[in-house]
């Protein structure tokens, strides 16, 4: 799995749950492209 791999290789990938689960997210189907965007509206 490319997520072992990346385990294996970066040892500061494997030493930090944060980036592990956000790797995850980011991976996941439930993931909206919107995230950490803002809505900017113009208003005439």
Known sequence: MEFDSLKQANPNFKNNA???????HKRSPN???????YP?????
């Not at 944060?18 to 995850?24: F, I, M, N, P, T």
């Not at 993931?31 to 965007?37: D, S």
């Not at 900017?40 to 005439?44: G, K």
Request: no cysteine; net charge positive.
């Open 31 to 37: 993931y909206e492209k919107a995230h950490l965007t």
């Open 18 to 24: 944060a980036a592990q689960l956000s790797w995850l």
């Open 40 to 44: 900017i509206y113009r208003i005439l």
